[in-house]
């Protein structure tokens, strides 16, 4: 044991870490590889959106001077998990995070949706966290480190009517998480969770704009998030200062009123 204190700063240096962000062609995803690549990391940017992904991984080696690549993938599917996570490997050598951001919402009564509807969300949200984390897994246990940080949502707590299905997708990633950081902890691998409030992307821009003032009154600090205070709390999580933190989820929500 040493008195020692660690810089804080080294403990944010992703230089020579590979991270690959799911979800990664617009968004909070894209603030996400926005992040890591700031702080020396080799990006993987992964969409179901090819040429945004493509994109994403251009303007990070440009305006970072970051070694990305785009990769197209449908998270839903086990084999195009897999194909991504072998194409990180073979691009970089190993991956060190993975970002599980993709989801899939989509508001509407319960009673007015389907098993197709239910099935893609699910498919997304759910399964989408399950084979890129069951792909990822194994090479970071025989490394002995690596991180995984899956999302969870606000609507995990059965608030948000609407959003039923989407919401139940997100609260057994948080029952996830918490169970497998628990079986994997002991080789050296952290597997845990944020959870964000409703933050303002391309895909919520209309809805925000028409109930701005609602949502202010829904959070503690009058006004709804934006993506890159969730992708500092996922760095976060992801970076040697949370070394002593797995299974947890993070609330990224302005002090939501409706816990």
């Known amino acids: 044991m040493t008195d020692a204190v660690p810089d804080v700063r080294e403990q944010f240096d992703f230089t020579d870490r590979t991270v690959c962000v799911t979800g990664a062609a617009q968004g909070i995803g894209r603030a996400v590889c926005e992040a890591f690549a700031v702080l020396g990391a080799d990006v993987v940017v992964s969409d179901v959106d090819g ?15 970051a070694r990305a690549i785009g990769v197209e993938a449908d998270v839903s599917d086990y084999d195009a998990a897999t194909a991504m996570v072998e194409a990180t490997v073979e691009e970089f050598g190993a991956l060190d995070v993975l970002v599980n951001n993709a989801g899939l919402a989509g508001a509407g009564a319960f009673l007015d949706s389907g098993p197709d509807d239910w099935a893609e969300k699910i498919g997304v949200s759910l399964y989408g966290t399950l084979n890129c984390t069951h792909a990822a897994l194994p090479g970071m246990i025989e490394r002995g480190d690596g ?12 608030n948000d009517p609407g959003l039923a299905v989407y919401g139940a997708a997100k609260a057994a990633n948080r029952s996830f998480t918490k169970t497998v950081a628990k079986e994997v902890g002991g080789s050296g691998v952290r ?3 944020v959870c964000p409030g409703t933050v303002e992307t391309p895909s919520t821009a209309e809805f925000v ?5 609602q949502l202010g009154e829904s959070y503690a600090l009058g006004r709804v998030g934006r993506p890159h205070e969730v992708a500092h709390a ?15 989820t993070l609330h990224v929500d302005g002090g939501y009123r409706r816990r």
């Open 209 to 213: 704009e028409e109930y701005r003032e």
């Open 191 to 193: 597997v845990n969770c």
């Open 147 to 158: 991180v995984v940080v899956n999302y969870a949502s606000a609507s995990y707590r059965g």
């Open 234 to 248: 996922v760095v976060f999580l992801a970076s040697d200062a949370a070394g002593w933190i797995t299974g947890e």
């Open 51 to 65: 040429g945004g992904a493509e994109r994403v991984a251009e303007r990070l080696e440009a305006a970072h001077d």
